[in-house]
């Protein structure tokens, strides 16, 4: 099979979905033409319907009609069984530190990016010979198709200063999420005592799954001092940022 030309450099494509930028590089077969478009719209599409369904911020989503009491799960769209189920896996792993459900409020939001995100990649997945990387948020998933193409070189922001870079990773297919304070500050707590955890900057995790990824990042970085060896004992890839900016590499 003849490999196909990879355009020099990607197209991209923006879009503010979620409360937040989503953007998508494309090269290959397939970057600007109807299909791209099509398959760009397809996962925006998802991303649009997850907001509508799991929005905390939104008192007419589901999620938020299921915590007023006014809906039972079991009348709830599928993904919120799915999405709950992982919520609930993370906190018995995490011993607690990890909770959609804090404070008497239900807020699965820890999970629904990289959850939701993962979703929306099956629509660029049928594009034939083309590479995608989307991000959300500084969360992405990437995919390469042919061993003679370069990996995506994604960089892992200081948590001081979000100009600067800690470490370059080179990533071919699969997921890379980071959880921590650059952009929205001391927004993870550790759900046992809803304070934020001392002493962390950022916790970055690669997996095949940006589910996985997003939702480990997250449950370590709430665990705080902890959270390399709970990563370790996963047998996670990432890298853990403290506030000082020591680094200290997993897996």
Request: aromatic share 4%; net charge neutral.
């Amino acid at each position: 099979m003849t490999a196909p030309t990879v355009a020099p450099r990607p197209a991209r494509y923006v879009e503010h979905v979620m409360g937040m930028p989503i953007s998508l590089a494309l090269r290959g077969r397939h970057t600007t033409d109807a299909r791209a478009r099509r398959a760009w719209t397809g996962a925006l599409a998802v991303l649009r319907e997850a907001d509508r369904v799991f929005s905390t911020y939104r008192p007419d989503s589901v999620i938020s009609r299921l915590d007023r009491g006014e809906l039972d799960e079991r009348d709830c769209p599928d993904g919120i069984g799915e999405v709950l189920a992982i919520g609930e896996a993370a906190r018995r792993d995490s011993g607690g530190a990890f909770d959609v459900r804090r404070a008497g409020r239900l807020d699965p939001s820890g999970v629904v990016k990289g959850w939701a995100v993962e979703r929306a990649a099956g629509a660029l997945e049928a594009l034939p010979d083309t590479d995608f990387c989307l991000s959300a948020g500084g969360d992405l998933t990437c995919r390469t198709l042919h061993p003679d193409d370069a990996p995506w070189r994604i960089g892992i922001e200081d948590p001081r200063d979000p100009r600067r870079f800690v470490a370059v990773v080179p990533v071919r297919t699969g997921a890379v999420a980071t959880s921590g304070t650059a952009h929205r500050g001391a927004h993870v707590v550790d759900a046992r005592t809803g304070l934020p955890p001392a002493g962390l900057g950022s916790v970055t995790v690669l997996a095949p799954s940006l589910t996985v990824a997003d939702v480990d990042a997250t449950a370590a970085y709430a665990l705080g001092p902890g959270a390399a060896d709970w990563l370790t004992a996963r047998g996670r890839t990432g890298l853990v940022v403290a506030a000082d900016g020591a680094a200290t590499v997993v897996g």
